[in-house]
């Protein structure tokens, strides 16, 4: 490809909307450009991108046996209404009316319409396993899209179903799928962790996202320095303590803590360690009638210590609490614990609360928490001497760096990651709100059970470039590159030696399947260069009159400090050789 | 490809919507399934045909120089607005409001968005010209969906834009895209034709249709039996009649023709040509004052041969007519004609009415038409003796079969056929209400010239299938089959030869890069050679143990009468060869 063929479009600042490096720098390197509110087009700079990692997912998802077809973007809205999803989601899911008042929706994924399909397609035990896939535009109506592509309203998503006779045969179908995305984030050429992932409201352990690392990813990362270990936050078990709890070494006493509403505003005043101190965080669980009217609320005191946090997830396993919790309002607060938050505790309740305590709160002995009074804290409180056993005692709080790995090997660490896949048994969530049954061997119906495993094709550039650059733009690994080498003739408009140089090794390069960019623009060097190694594209040659009388041409990869000089005749082989590396 | 890995499935009947061959075969082939009225899901085998189309298509727009990006679905109304098409565009355009309220439209076509992106990014004479296409789904909201992908709402759709600094650069723009569509067509195998279409209120001759040629194609097709002239019937030009109008040779006579109020009823009654009648058909055109109030109604009375057919897009290039006009009402032509329709004609008006006559009609004598009585015509009508000549003499009508080639070579024949491409000189329809412009080498700002080029790559495969099929199913042209070659061998199940033999070609003609299915799914030999020839793989080879022992297989065109027996060692070297014919 010729430079003076392509569209190149670099600017010297970003927009004052891009937050993020990768937006910045995909703005400034002409890749994206912005339509409206997370609604970006790919230009030809950023599309060459886009197309080589579709190009690696469908090769390693067919090599993995999955088969591609193409639903729609708009679907109707009756397949949503089957699994109740049209109800459920929010105003993430764009709804849209046809000319004759009809519901369709501008599709964000494609559950529904993959199994109307298999309950369709799928009639016997001998057509099964099967993974459908496909590559397709969607829609996700975010409230607040940000960060360019990387959380944008419409998208490109790959999304894959399996389809099974039963749950052994499913996880075989999710490992087939967990080692295909091992595959293709191995081609991807980029740093990123394969970690457990809460699986809700199915169980098992089969669900494991897919994260390139970079420190500023929306996610944490926990990972074992010790072992394979690693999880998403949401996941990672937090072990309980070693030894039995301590005896008791102090008295109670209600000591004034006034304005300290905060355990580390508490720990500060009272000159002790804020692990020393307890936090309470108040929810409610309401338990309905037949007509959906609320008949009893339970309120529940979750206790985790002061320089911990509180993991959602995990408190919704909580026997009781379910994923169903909500946390209280300030009027049963006061109404259970005679004070309004900020100084709360377990001792002295007004009415029955279920106390439940993280299992390192739970072996804690001489801890500090809230009086129930306002402008008080209780120091010195022990277990079975000044309040009860707890109702119950679970894993509540994320993990730290420096826990204990769950695996019990090696301490845990934190890292940053941004998801880009995900994997993900689904048992029969959708086939059996829509019937999706085959007949097994005796001919009976059995429902199919199904995994699906996503990856964000239009994502991965962002987070490819947030793990890759410098001050100077994107660095990309040769697999997701625009293009992979770059020649940079010096003077070509003047010296026909340069002009000739510059296209043999362009035609060479490209005659060898290698996607070669000849930037023929006339620019000044500097100019030039700055605008490839923002682009970043990774290897780049400079063909100048004085290299070519020399015999030497530069060579320089964009993460070498400096250039290599290379003979002028074996320019082409050299960089044939550095590819291949 | 092997079948067990694959997802097949055929059909014994279409259902009873489709009512095209290929909807039906489509269906009954397993290539698409319905999800809602216009919307399908293209399964795995149609989804091969649909990527072949998108990859030659891409090849061939790449190799003419133009650059591929991806604008989105999705578009802001914004700049619909900014171009009218908001408001003029009626339901078919389909709109959706976002969380926000704010209005956005799923793209039927994307000229607003590359526009938009010109005006940003070609700022300079020195980056014209320059050709912006993408692949991308498009949505229309038809009235009325059918005939399956043919006319589906949700369809994808290959678009080009190009950008040139004057109208000659356009016009050499428009003349590389009719060159690259040309070696697109040719390159799909099929027949198709090249004509002439009507570029609308932008004038000049810069419009072109690719029709692939069927005989159930919705669109007539008009060419030269002696020449290339080929046009569709709204541009194909009636030539105007050779020689002088003959002489008068009888009297003007008012005939009773009670209850004949058409002109084949009328000829029928007389005993006379159809030839020798005229139909007359009232338009009229109204003049709005600046608040939009109609000041002004001028009524026309357009005159055609009674065999003759009106064309409505000549009409409208009527001087004065324009494309404006609209049918009289039942008022306005008592008003003027002191009748109601079915007898009326040029003689004896009550008001004035501009009289504009076909070519062919200006060159009658002793003709018939309406007395503007009911029950009565006029015969032997002369013009100049019975009424003045015309106020205009325009071509009026679609040409017929057997007229005069317009550029004077050989006679006009008709056939149909199936508008797959559409090339189309736009000049500055939008880049003058988005103010697109660049500046020239004097540093001026000018508007750019623009071209659009599409092609229907979802279409493409039905329109292949309309002219492909015969009573078992499709026969695919080599570049569009989903399977180049089938490999059915025959109790494979029973025996290690036949599979080993089955595998081999297989393996060895895959290896060639050639598409190839190995039907393994242990299917009856009928069956299985039904089901290939229903999906229109064009060549087969039937490996069986008899063949092998006699050391000859049998291959077998899908066009082919019978099979050709094949030396065993030979076979894969064959269909190469075939394939390379």
């Keep these: 490809m010729k430079a003076s063929q392509f569209l190149i479009s670099t600017l010297k600042e970003a927009p004052s909307d891009a937050e993020v490096v990768s937006h910045q720098l995909m703005m400034r390197a002409g890749m994206i450009k912005k339509l409206g509110a997370g609604i970006y087009s790919w230009m030809p700079m950023g599309l060459r991108v886009v197309r080589k990692v579709e190009a690696i997912v469908r090769e390693e998802m067919n090599r993995a046996g999955a088969v591609e077809l193409l639903m729609p973007v708009v679907q109707p809205a009756e397949f949503w209404q089957e699994t109740g999803r049209w109800d459920k989601m929010g105003p993430e899911l764009m709804r849209v009316k046809d000319r004759h008042e009809r519901d369709f929706i501008i599709q964000p994924t494609s559950e529904e319409v993959v199994t109307d399909i298999a309950r369709q397609e799928l009639r016997s035990y001998k057509q099964l396993p099967k993974n459908l896939y496909h590559i397709q535009t969607k829609f996700r109506d975010e409230r607040r899209p940000r960060f360019g592509v990387m959380r944008s309203r419409e998208f490109i998503m790959k999304d894959a179903y399996s389809f099974d006779r039963d749950e052994a045969a499913a996880k075989a179908s999710y490992q087939v799928m967990a080692k295909a995305y091992r595959a293709i984030f191995d081609r991807f050429g980029l740093r990123y962790r394969a970690v457990a992932a809460d699986s809700g409201a199915i169980g098992g352990d089969l669900s494991e996202e897919f994260q390139v690392i970079a420190a500023t990813g929306e996610d944490a990362i926990v990972y074992s320095e010790g072992s394979s270990y690693a999880a998403n936050m949401e996941k990672a078990e937090a072990l309980a303590p070693q030894g039995p709890r301590p005896a008791p070494a102090q008295a109670i006493a209600k000591t004034p803590t006034p304005g300290k509403s905060t355990c580390a505003d508490v720990a500060d005043l009272l000159k002790v360690p804020l692990a020393t101190t307890v936090k309470s965080l108040v929810l409610a669980t309401d338990q309905a009638n037949d007509k959906g009217e609320i008949v009893k609320t339970q309120v529940w005191l979750l206790l985790v210590r002061g320089d911990h946090d509180l993991n959602e997830i995990k408190a919704g396993k909580v026997p009781g609490l379910d994923a169903t919790f909500r946390f209280a309002t300030v009027g049963e607060i006061v109404d259970h614990f005679g004070t309004k938050p900020g100084y709360l505790g377990p001792i002295g309740l007004k009415k029955p609360v279920k106390i439940v305590a993280d299992r390192e709160v739970a072996l804690m002995a001489d801890w500090i928490c809230g009086a129930n009074e306002e402008g008080f804290h209780f120091t010195g409180v022990n277990w079975g001497r000044d309040l009860p056993e707890p109702d119950a005692v679970a894993d509540l709080r994320n993990v ?161 400090a400096q250039a290599t000089k290379v003979p002028a005749g074996e320019v082409a082989s050299f960089v044939k050789s550095r590819l291949a590396s």
Tied chains: 1, 2.
């Design 400 to 560: 730290v760096a420096g826990d204990m790995s769950p695996d019990g090997s090696g301490l845990l660490a934190i890292e940053r990651g941004i998801e880009i896949g995900h994997i993900f048994f689904l048992g029969t969530k959708y086939s059996a709100p829509m019937k999706a049954s085959f007949l097994d061997e005796s001919g009976k119906p059995q429902l199919m059970q199904m995994g699906c495993y996503g990856i964000g094709i239009t994502r991965l550039p962002a987070a490819a470039i947030e793990q890759n650059n410098d001050e100077r733009g994107i660095i990309w690994p040769d697999a997701l590159a625009p293009f992979t080498v770059v020649v940079c003739p010096i003077g070509m408009d003047r010296s026909a030696d340069v002009k000739a140089a510059a296209e043999r090794l362009h035609d060479d390069l490209q005659a060898a399947g290698i996607d070669v960019m000849l930037d023929d623009r006339g620019e000044r060097p500097g100019a030039m260069f700055a605008d490839w190694e923002l682009i970043g594209v990774p290897h780049r040659v400079v063909i100048s009159d004085r290299g070519l009388k020399e015999g030497q041409l530069e060579y320089q990869h964009r993460r070498d």
